[in-house]
């Protein structure tokens, strides 16, 4: 599937996402800081985050070139989250290595993310967009807020399921919010067109966590199996297995150990549900696309060239396709 996705996807955009260079350079460290890096979080990966990026820069008609500074922000902040969630959840391994925190230290994972979040912010100040730096300093507030909501949680133990989905949209949503916005902004787009743009990766991100979080019960997870469930961690299919069986939510909110409050029920009804949900938000994220179609039929230059804007908005699309049959 995923050989397929690729070859229908506009060349130049595919491209860009992957041969942009993620190394970081630092003297100072001796280059042990990116050699650390380029061992873990940023090995691998779908690079699903600038290549959206790059889609909706070939869909505003934006110069790769000018882009390529997002779109490696993107990623590379989305890393950094990864660098500081390993250590959160105890983590062993990531993308079937292991994880940073094993390979150096919870101490030089935390500085490893922190240095990305710093290049980030460096790199955009930079590229001279003052309202793109202001933007994904927003997204790097939301990435905090959501894992200190999180760990809150996880504490407290007064999971809603309003506040699950706050955690997605501040975790997941607010990068793939970015990776739409920030080439509209570059091309000069209104405010309503920007706006739209925010809420297609807020509908993106949305429905890409919840699938994520039915793909932690597939057995084909890369992650450490359980971890979530031995970190008392409840996402969304956890959650409607909890809301769905009060007597398991009320033995869990006393403090049982979540991993054997579950242990032994069928996960399959609650995944079935929130691959629903999710794929509800992907409707919603085509819809859209309807929308911005329309608008960008007035332009100049798509407004005799019907044809032209059909093929770049299909890109988009693709990826809309991706998420609703991704397996990992």
């Known amino acids: 599937m995923i050989n ?9 955009a595919l491209e860009g996402s992957k041969n942009m ?30 290549l959206l990026t790059f889609l909706m820069a070939h869909l505003f008609r934006v110069d790769f070139k000018t882009v390529t500074p997002y779109a490696r922000a993107t990623e590379l902040v ?5 660098s500081h969630d390993d250590v959160i959840d105890n983590a062993t391994m990531r993308r079937g290595s292991p994880s940073i925190n094993i390979l150096a230290s919870n101490k030089k994972a935390v500085l490893a993310g922190d240095y990305l979040l710093s290049s980030v912010i460096v790199d955009l100040t930079n590229a ?18 959501g894992e200190w909501l999180q760990l809150d949680l996880i504490d407290e ?3 809603t399921r309003e506040v699950i989905r706050e955690v997605a949209e501040k975790k997941t949503s607010s990068v793939m919010s970015y990776c739409s916005v920030a080439p509209a902004v570059l091309s000069g787009a209104s405010k309503e067109t920007v706006e739209l743009c925010r809420e297609f990766g807020r509908r993106l991100g949305l429905a890409f966590q919840l699938i994520d979080d039915t793909l932690d019960y597939s057995g084909d997870s890369l992650k450490d199996q359980e971890l979530d469930l031995k970190n008392g961690i409840v996402n969304a299919v956890v959650y409607e297995l909890l809301e769905n069986n009060p007597e398991l939510f009320a033995r869990f909110k006393a403090g049982e150990n979540l991993k054997d409050v579950v242990d032994g029920v069928a996960f399959k009804p609650y995944v079935e549900k929130i691959s629903h949900e999710a794929h509800a938000h992907l409707a919603e994220a085509k819809n859209i696309l309807d929308k911005l179609e329309v608008i960008l039929k007035e332009k100049a230059e798509y407004k005799n060239n019907a044809t032209d804007l059909k093929e770049r ?6 990826i809309i396709s991706f998420m609703a049959l991704r397996q990992h």
């Open 4 to 12: 397929d996705f690729l070859e229908a996807l506009p060349k130049e």
């Open 21 to 50: 260079d993620l190394q970081i350079r630092s003297v100072n460290a001796h280059g042990a800081i990116d050699a650390v890096l380029s061992q873990t979080v940023l090995r691998g990966g779908k690079r699903l985050r600038p």
């Open 78 to 82: 989305h890393a950094a989250s990864l």
């Open 128 to 145: 001279g967009n003052l309202e793109l730096v202001r933007e994904m300093s927003l997204v790097i507030k939301d990435l905090s807020e």
């Open 157 to 159: 133990r007064n999971y």
């Open 313 to 318: 908005i299909n890109g988009l699309e693709l």
